[in-house]
């Protein structure tokens, strides 16, 4: 059994290997290995921006996502079951502790749930150019990131690469059925509700959010990692001011140097100073810190 490829002078782990099981997928962050009945989930510290991976990991956000996802899966079980089996690494090499969970299988649903209770990224483009968002109209004159009426629930596309694809109801009616559709669309605002109304005492706006849901024993079950950085808006309750992009607990910082770089976005995706890597990283923990109450 073989240690993750580390950068030792940043101390991330960039990509993993275990030959004694089965790799089922390396996407832009985890790594998915299959154990027969389960699957193992590792959260490596791999960033993408602008649909690249970049060259230079972001030290701790591994670790931060996974203990994140851990936090809501706890903070959430009476709403919903989830896949989560056990963190126990005890048989794998030390830089698997802390970013890695073992997980059920489950059959995922295709679609990614996503709820907006502000209007902001590919919503506010929407809006802009259709006065909606995946078909669902909304009231003139709404600013970027202004609250909306009410949450809303605006499915996509699962993309293997580039962009999710925002679609309308009627498509995840045609794509899944109705009854299925209706279910995941209330989860997915309820899920977002409970856990906006807690984040908001806790200084943070969560602006939107994705859920991806699986199916085990005929069960909703959800899956994946659950209101991350990377998966979410978080925004600084204190700073909030419509009318703008609002600050927020992501890569803000990797795409501002990207931007200033003059970058193609086209490969290879450059490194990145380490100061750029560092600031990066503070913002994942501080938003872990700010939600929990704890430190990494």
Known sequence: MTSPRTNQAAKVVLETS?????????????????????LLFVATDRISAFDYILATGIPDKGRVLTQMTLFWFDFLRDVVPNHFLSTDMSALPPEFEGRSMWVRKAEMVEVECVARGYISGSGWKDYQRTGAICGIPLPAG???????????????TKAQTGHDENISYDTVVNLIGAGLASKLRDLTL???????????????????????????????????????????????????????????????????????IHWNKQPPAPALPDEVAQRTSEKYREAYRELTGKSL
């Open 190 to 260: 309820g899920i977002y509700k409970k856990a906006a109304d807690y984040a908001r005492t806790r200084g943070i706006i969560i602006a939107d959010t994705k859920f991806e849901f699986g199916i085990i024993n005929g069960q909703i079950t959800l899956a994946d990692e659950v209101l991350t950085p990377d998966s979410s808006r978080f925004w600084p309750l204190a700073s909030y001011k419509p009318g703008g992009a609002q600050p927020s607990y992501d890569k803000q910082y990797v795409r501002d140097y990207l931007e200033s």
């Open 18 to 38: 275990l030959p004694s099981l089965k790799l089922r997928a390396r996407g832009k962050v985890r790594d998915i290995y299959d154990d027969g009945d389960r």
């Open 142 to 156: 709404l600013r970027e990131s202004d609250a909306l009426p009410e949450p809303i629930f605006t499915p996509a």
